[in-house]
């Protein structure tokens, strides 16, 4: 296995709950380290120029709008296998699909609203976080 980095979002209703820390927690436990982290309110453009993928889809205007009701933090990982890693504890989209024990499973109950984003192979990743951070705010370990 190899050390790689991913890009996750901490969405909007995770947020207004008060679990950042607590998937924060999730992510060091899982072996996930934290390289660069920030709290933004997205735009309405910016919004959509992430999802682009998903333009055209039947979701996409409530998914932009729920994306920019509030804030979210933005952050990098850090970890063996971290997409599939990351991918793995966030559980399934549907959180009535995920499994026991993953986020989505315990902090989520919505399609639309299911607390966590996480980048799907190591190109988005590297695209996504790119997206949101310059070179200089990702902070690799020195210890
Ligand atoms: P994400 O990108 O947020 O990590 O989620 P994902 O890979 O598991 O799911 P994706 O297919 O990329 O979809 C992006 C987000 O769009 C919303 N969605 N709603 N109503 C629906 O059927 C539907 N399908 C997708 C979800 O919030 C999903 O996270
Ligand atoms: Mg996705």
Do not use: W
């Not at 790689?4 to 209703?13: E, H, N």
């Not at 927690?25 to 934290?34: K, P, Q, V």
């Not at 804030?71 to 971290?82: D, H, K, R």
């Not at 990351?86 to 499994?99: F, L, V, W, Y």
């Amino acid at each position: 296995m190899a050390i790689q980095r991913t890009f996750s979002i901490i969405k909007p209703d995770a947020v207004a709950k008060n679990l950042i820390g607590a998937i924060y927690s999730r992510f060091e436990s899982a072996g996930l380290t934290i390289l660069a982290s920030k709290m933004i309110h997205m735009s309405q453009e910016q919004a959509e120029g992430f999802y682009a993928e998903h333009k055209g889809k039947p979701f996409f205007d409530g998914l932009v709008a729920f994306m920019t009701s509030g804030p979210v933090m933005v952050q990098v990982l850090e970890g063996e296998n971290a997409v599939l890693a990351n991918r793995e504890i966030m559980g399934s989209t549907n959180p009535a699909d995920a499994a026991r024990g993953t986020i989505r499973a315990d902090y989520a109950t919505e399609v639309s609203e299911n607390a966590v984003h996480g980048s799907d192979a190591t190109e988005s990743a590297a695209r996504e976080i790119a997206y949101f951070f310059t070179d200089d705010e990702v902070c690799p370990r020195t210890r």
